[in-house]
């Protein structure tokens, strides 16, 4: 459950809302024949994305849908076009990141999500994605301490940014974290003991 709410079925929902708004949302006062050949030719096409759907958020639409598909090679082109349509839009960088990590290139991945943090200062709910997105990579790069330093940083922003996200998860995984250390470091004391005795016995022997 640690990356439900970051899935990209969310992202293609909000398109979604935002394709009905254009092209069904803005018909009032049009004729009949203008709002039927809209429909006809799909939602409404705006570069600047004011009164329509923009290249960037087409482009993010066709990658979702790829993702959605399993198809991450395709996913990551769409992304990474979406970019070039609009390089300072925090959520293309962090959707090349998610694609990347299907794809099993976690490199590729943070270098996608860092690049989305110098992005997201007016993009709240997308940076803290970005920021839950990195602290779960440093979980499965096993980097364990800069996890808990990770998930600290994403606790508190979330929690400086009411409904940005799940602070009680951050919370969890450091608990999580902690607990782990623990363990390591008991284990290590037995098996210190255990080794003792093995040398004990040994030099007994001889």
């Not at 440093?138 to 808990?148: K, P, T, V």
């Not at 363990?183 to 290590?188: E, G, S």
């Amino acid at each position: 459950m640690r990356r439900a709410w970051l899935n990209v079925p969310i992202v293609l929902i909000s398109i979604a809302a935002t394709s009905a708004a254009f092209a069904g949302g803005k018909t009032k006062g049009k004729k009949e024949s203008d709002t039927t050949e809209a429909a006809a030719g799909g939602p409404k096409k705006d570069p600047k994305g004011q009164t329509g759907i923009s290249p960037f958020m087409d482009r993010v639409n066709e990658g979702a849908a790829a993702y959605v598909a399993g198809d991450y090679a395709k996913a990551i082109e769409l992304f990474r076009k979406a970019i070039e349509q609009d390089p300072d839009k925090a959520l293309g960088h962090y959707l090349l990141g998610e694609a990347y990590l299907a794809d099993k290139k976690l490199e590729e991945a943070e270098r996608a999500w860092q690049a989305a943090l110098q992005h997201a200062d007016k993009d709240i709910r997308t940076k803290a994605k970005v920021l839950f997105a990195l602290a779960d990579l440093r979980e499965r790069q096993g980097r364990l301490a800069d996890a808990a330093t990770a998930w600290k940083e994403y606790e508190s922003f979330v929690n400086a940014n009411a409904g940005a996200g799940y602070p009680a998860t951050a919370a969890d995984r450091q608990r999580a974290i902690a607990a782990h250390d623990d363990l390591a470091q008991k284990y290590a004391k037995v098996k210190e003991r255990i080794e003792q005795r093995q040398r004990e016995v040994s030099e007994q022997k001889k």
